[in-house]
């Protein structure tokens, strides 16, 4: 069965530097989202995104971060200076329209220091 | 904004038991998702309903709209059925994201 993979499965950064989370979501899917999870916490919502632009996003998602879909297969996060509370699991997901659940990646765990 | 609230948060029952795992929510929505975390964080779809009932294996979930309600039950509970399990919502269309629930941790003992 198809899946959505991520890479890095752990990425650990210093505070202040750009990170980049990679994702292939499931090739005939459309829609895509970012999610987080931190430690001990409900997973919530950063952004989605249809047909090469940001659908909807969440107050998380400030100017620090950004999403491409660079080459019709991987979509990434980018978060420009990292700070500790970026701390998470980050999720990404993918889904083909809107009668179809979401596909999860096994996530990347984002450690700064 | 939609409030997503899990009863129990946490769970522990002997192997065999029937599991109930429920789910309320806020605001009108077009799916409601069942997920499973397990330890290493990966997040698996279990089902998505947007009204009735569905059943997969020794799963299953149900949903009242009017209620604005859903449970997930497991029978014949296993050890690897440990994990948490997550209730999340889509509201509707333009708005397919999901707002989750805490999660339920449900630990089975052998």
């Known amino acids: 069965e198809p899946e959505v993979t991520q890479t890095p499965s752990h990425q650990v950064t210093q505070m202040g530097q750009e990170v980049i989370l990679r994702c292939v979501p499931i090739?005939?899917?459309?829609?895509f989202y970012w999610y987080r999870q931190i430690l001990g916490q409900k997973v919530e919502f950063l952004v989605s995104?249809?047909?090469?632009?940001?659908?909807?996003k969440s107050e998380i998602f400030d100017d620090q971060f950004s999403v491409e879909r660079p080459d019709g297969s991987n979509f990434t996060l980018k978060i420009r200076s990292t700070k500790l509370e970026d701390s998470a699991m980050y999720f990404c997901?993918?889904?083909?329209?809107?009668?179809?659940?979401?596909?999860f990646g096994d996530g990347t765990r984002l450690s700064i220091l | 904004k939609n409030e997503v609230e899990q009863s129990p948060q946490n769970l522990t029952a002997q192997e065999g038991e029937f599991i109930t795992i429920n789910c309320s929510y806020s605001?009108?929505?077009?799916?409601l998702h069942w997920l499973q975390q397990h330890p290493g964080g990966g997040i698996v779809s279990l089902f998505m309903?947007?009204?009735g009932k569905k059943k997969h294996g020794r799963l299953i979930a149900t949903i009242n709209i009017q209620e604005k309600h859903s449970s997930l039950h497991i029978t014949a509970s296993h050890p690897r059925d440990s994990a948490v399990y997550i209730c999340?919502?889509?509201?509707?269309?333009?708005?397919?994201?999901?707002?989750f629930g805490t999660g339920t941790r449900l630990t089975i003992i052998p």
């Open positions: 997901a993918s889904m083909r329209d809107s009668n179809q659940p979401q596909h």
């Open positions: 090739s005939n899917h459309l829609y």
């Open positions: 995104f249809y047909n090469n632009e940001i659908s909807e």
């Open positions: 605001v009108g929505i077009s799916a």
């Open positions: 309903l947007s009204s």
């Open positions: 999340a919502v889509r509201g509707g269309f333009g708005n397919e994201k999901l707002t």
